[in-house]
């Protein structure tokens, strides 16, 4: 139905309608993305941040970044990871002045499979942002949505305090795990699920209501809220509004800021698709699931366990290209590079 341009005027964006139902977070390394859309909360990942890295506007954290890798001398190495990890939490602490909310910050990928490993530099990345002047209640610790990434999570929440967002979350077996875990939000992916089915099925194209992504997201909320869980899900990864639209009524989505200007522009009715009283009506039944029951369970799923070691796989692979950025920063002209 086609609305006339008078009442166009009138009727809210697509976004701001979306914000009287749910937390609009934006999924954004880029300052002025933040500054236009005003979000509560902002998601970073190595991508993003490799991306802004190189963008002239941040060359002063990426010098500061470098600076700080040097000053705490060590072997290459050692600076290289010091520095990747200040960069990391300057941006952070730059987005935080721009938004009331949290930041959330990714501990390096190829961490996924060592739980201890994960601990470790969640609380290094905690110490960093207190050395900046932030507190550990503006930050939220992504962390790869492994067993022993769930487990990191499990005792950063219980032992430290340490808030985490447990991303690259494909399964439905990840979700229940991470609720009895009892980490603060979960991030499940839409777009890179709909991605699968699409290269893997003869289906190309689905309505929103359909999408595989946006089916994922429904079952784990109604899942949360039917048993009460705490644990706040965050729709990830979208490829277009509609996937946005069809999670109206989640309790958190991180957009892209191309997503944000597109609903921005959009003047059609949004009505919730997601509530806590139809998912306490809904008929799933309650899981406990220990490692063994998890790993199998996961692995029933062949779009999840291929998602989620490609996710790993891509993220760990830009936090390397960071790092090679810092590496020819720090110590290109003494190697006569």
């Not at 439905?172 to 777009?191: H, K, M, R």
Request: net charge neutral; charged share 30%; glycine share 6%.
């Amino acid at each position: 139905m086609s609305v006339s341009p008078v009442k166009r005027q009138k009727m809210e964006s697509a976004l701001d309608q979306l914000k009287h139902h749910t937390t609009v977070v934006a999924d954004t390394g880029d300052f002025n993305a933040i500054d236009e859309y005003k979000p509560l909360d902002a998601t970073t990942n190595p991508s993003l941040i490799l991306a802004a890295a190189q963008m002239p506007a941040y060359q002063k954290l990426v010098d500061d970044a470098v600076a700080y890798g040097k000053k705490l001398g060590g072997s290459e190495e050692e600076q290289i990871k010091n520095a990747s990890d200040k960069l990391f939490v300057l941006f952070g602490a730059e987005i935080l002045k721009r938004i009331p909310g949290r930041v959330s910050t990714e501990v390096d990928a190829r961490l996924s499979f060592d739980k201890e490993g994960m601990i470790q530099r969640a609380r290094r990345l905690i110490d960093l942002y207190k050395e900046v002047g932030v507190g550990k209640d503006r930050i939220l610790i992504k962390l790869s949505s492994t067993w022993e990434g769930i487990q990191a999570g499990r005792v950063l929440e219980a032992e430290y305090g340490i808030h985490c967002n447990m991303t690259l979350l494909f399964s439905f077996a990840q979700a229940v795990a991470c609720a009895e875990a009892g980490v603060t939000l979960i991030s499940p992916f839409v777009g890179r699920i709909l991605d699968w089915y699409v290269a893997n099925g003869d289906k190309k194209t689905y309505e929103p209501s359909e999408d595989p992504g946006v089916k994922s997201v429904t079952k784990i909320y109604n899942y949360y809220k039917k048993f009460g869980y705490k644990t706040i899900v965050m729709g990830a990864s979208f490829r277009n509004t509609g996937q946005i639209k069809a999670l109206t009524g989640c309790d958190y989505l991180t957009i892209s800021p191309k997503l944000l200007a597109e609903l921005s522009k959009e003047h059609v009715k949004l009505t919730p698709t997601l509530s806590v009283k139809e998912a306490q009506a809904c008929d799933l039944e309650k899981m406990h699931l220990d490692e063994k029951a998890f790993r199998w369970h996961h692995n029933e799923d062949q779009m999840a366990v291929e998602k989620l070691s490609d996710g790993i796989r891509r993220f760990a692979a830009d936090a390397v290209k960071l790092e090679r950025m810092l590496k020819e920063r720090m110590f290109g002209t003494e190697n006569g590079k």
